[in-house]
């Protein structure tokens, strides 16, 4: 489903962030990506969300190898992925109702069902009381939910999350894991970068990949799955 | 309504939905876009409208002697001698028998020495000075509408009628006068190209710096899937609507000015300046200009916006 191949990536003239990238992501499965701060773990989500054209090598999603697609299919990619950012950058002028009604807004779907979705997946996350909420007003815990409600609304193809629940009490994180759990059952693909050892270990039945001094490891076998980066430090 | 949202706003609390993705609604610098568009119009309001005056004197100049011609006959001859009233009176008669004959003239009106004391009086004084001094004849002609008629021709029989008999068929002065109305026509075409152009390069260099301002915001909705379109809409729309804020604005204020000038002007007893009434066209015209320029700089905007976006990977 996702496939990289002998990928790298450089910001400008600058030393590659990321060398040789390889791996397969089969579709429906669930990765951890974890590893010290600055070792290319957000450069790796901006190539997944493509956010970033590789300087080199090859990577195919959803079957198009995006290095030959047209804007138009670029377009249609990026619909079918779901991203929670680190910084979770909402936009601070839209209520939290208008911020996760976005995607659906995007991809043109009617009003009424946006309303009716969106304003179940708040009570979802908790956030029901605060649907005209702006940004500014919520706790960082808060806007995190905001962050990856939007992600999910559209029940995306691929879920990619940077540091989910880095601002989240252990309960709340919990339930937000369960709620990428249960889009993964449903057929989501899911790599949620993080380094909440934690929160990894009690989902420890997913693979888990560790970034060490610019080279990866796979802490439990999983076919077809390399992993290789190197340090931009 | 207004109020409550903003008070809402200040609160932490949005119950409208906002109109646009990015926060356009708020954005201070389309106070300017919305000021510039406004002097645009303004400006294009006052170019248009003399742009239509001049049209109109044109027109009027031409119209006034269309068809139309004079013979005078002069009171002294060609070589300086002055002609009795008699000799005068005869030449005049001698004009009108051919003028009358001729195929090319519908009609022909011979002033009376009343009529030409009052036409020089103003110049040369009472009607006492009149009496010691000859007057001359004027015959005013009337061609037939349409007939292309050789003034040259007439002349010549007329000076062969009276040396003194001289035809002018106001030619002279008002290709003049219609050269110099026409050159300032071109530079009111140019200057309303100027306005165009200006307002063009200001609504792309206000779409810019919104983007520039805005790229973050942008960024995200390119990642979300958003398509090219779905963003520029957006900004479009904006640009419309505080175009047609501004240049709503820039016309009313054009109009009051125009009105005032129509009043100011308009109690000159020159005579030069046609009556300012404007045709429906140009009324429809100057009406749409708020609508013709804010649909401008919805298609500047779009262009913009869809160049910048597609720099975007």
Known sequence: MIRFEHVGLRYGIGPEVLTDINFTLEPGSFHFLSGPSGAGKTSLLSLLYLGQTPTRGLVTMFGQNIGQISREERKNLRRKIGVVFQDFRLLAHLSAFDNIALPLRINGRPEREIKENVDELMDWVGLGDYRDMLPNTLSGGQQQRVAIARSVITRPRLLLADEPTGNLDDEIGLRLMGLFDQLNRMGTTVLIASHNTALIEKFGHHPKLILEDGATRLDKPYPGLKYKMKDAS | ?313
């Open chain 2, 1 to 313: 309504m207004f109020i409550f949202k903003y008070k809402n706003r200040s609160l932490g609390i949005s119950k409208k939905p906002e109109k646009y993705d990015l926060p356009l609604e708020k954005d201070k610098g389309g106070r300017f876009l919305m000021i510039l568009i406004g002097l645009m119009t303004f400006l294009m309001i006052l170019t248009l409208s003399a742009s239509f005056i001049l049209t109109a004197m044109n027109k009027s100049w031409s119209q006034g002697i269309e068809n139309k011609a004079t013979v005078e006959i002069q009171t002294t001859a060609p070589d300086g001698e002055s002609l009795s009233k008699e000799d005068i009176k005869a030449a005049t008669k001698r004009a009108k028998d051919y003028l009358n004959n001729h195929p090319y003239i519908e009609s022909i009106e011979v002033m009376s020495d009343a009529e030409i004391i009052n036409l020089i009086s103003p110049w040369l004084g009472g009607e006492n000075i009149m009496d010691n001094i000859p007057l001359p004849g004027i015959i005013s002609i009337n061609f037939h509408e349409g007939v292309v008629n050789d003034p040259n021709e007439i002349a010549t029989e007329l000076q062969k009628i009276g040396p003194n008999i001289r035809l002018d068929t106001h030619q002279g002065w008002l290709s003049d006068i219609l050269r110099l109305t026409g050159s300032v026509q071109f530079a009111a075409i140019m200057m309303g190209l100027i306005i165009t152009l200006t307002t063009v390069v200001a609504v792309a260099g206000s779409i810019q710096s919104r983007m520039a301002v805005y790229k973050d915001e942008l960024e995200l909705l390119h990642l979300m899937g958003a398509s090219d379109r779905y963003i520029s809409r957006q900004l479009q729309r904006y640009a419309f609507f505080t175009a047609l804020k501004g240049s709503f604005i820039g016309m009313i204020v054009g109009w009051l000015v125009i009105v005032f000038i129509n009043l100011y002007a308009g109690n000159t007893d020159l005579g030069l300046l046609p009556n300012f009434t404007l045709s429906y066209f140009q009324i429809v015209s100057l009406l749409l200009l708020p609508v013709i320029l804010s649909i401008l700089s919805m298609l500047t905007s779009k262009q913009t916006v869809l160049r910048f976006l597609r720099q975007m990977p």
